[in-house]
């Protein structure tokens, strides 16, 4: 089964920007996956269990970053969003 996660991210810190451009380069690293950048959002897409497998890994890496940010997503099941 494929899946597609809109995912967006809110750091609760003044300089958010440099934490979200760094998140983003650290989901485009993952090379099982596709992943579509767009100015509220990101859309990652691919087998269901690489994609849970990401987005489990990706969140884990913020925190060991120290940033506070809070995850909001969307999960869309059979369904290439990109």
Sequence with gaps: MNLSIELTAYPLEDEYLPIV???IKHLKSYKNIKIEVFP???VL?????????VLS???KWSVKQKNKVVFLSKFL???EAI
């Design 57 to 59: 890994s990706s969140i």
């Design 45 to 53: 897409f691919g087998k269901h269990d690489d994609v849970i497998e």
């Design 40 to 42: 509220t959002c990101s």
């Design 21 to 23: 451009e760094k998140y």
């Design 77 to 79: 099941p059979n369904y």
